[in-house]
């Protein structure tokens, strides 16, 4: 029995990590672009090229992310981003993540991995793109 539910969930679960990551993502790029919720603190304004960079990076592959489209690209790229983020922003004021502010990326980094093998799941454009398999 618990193997049913865990066929029938487990799809629908991946979607929802899929695209509640992907919208928490997408706000890493408002707060670059749009200083919304608010502006990212001690970023300095006109943003730097490599926030520039990095937020088109988040905002591109947030939006795929969100609707399931070229998910395991889209995650990979996202990704190998963050974990550059942590080596260049993070990883220099310490070895410690909770002490570097570090933890946020390190997560997004490997929920992007996972994404990046295990695709967008249910309700994925991915999903209606690809025929079923039996």
């Not at 408002?30 to 090229?49: D, H, N, R, S």
């Not at 310490?94 to 946020?104: I, M, R, T, V």
């Not at 994404?115 to 690809?130: K, T």
């Amino acid at each position: 029995m618990l193997d049913t539910v865990n066929v029938k969930w487990t799809p629908r679960v991946l979607a929802i990590l899929r695209i509640m990551t992907a919208l928490l993502f997408l706000e890493h790029a408002t707060m670059k672009f749009l200083q919304f919720p608010a502006a990212i603190p001690g970023v300095p304004y006109p943003l730097p090229a490599i926030m520039l960079v990095a937020g088109t990076i988040e905002v591109i592959t947030a939006l795929l992310m969100l609707v399931g489209f070229y998910t395991r690209l889209a995650a990979f790229i996202a990704s190998g981003e963050m974990a550059a983020a942590y080596f260049m922003a993070h990883a220099p004021q310490g070895f410690w993540p909770a002490l570097n502010f570090g933890e946020p990326a390190i997560l997004f980094c490997f929920i992007f991995l996972y994404l990046a093998l295990a695709g967008g799941g249910a309700w994925a454009i991915d999903s209606a793109r690809r025929p079923a398999m039996t």
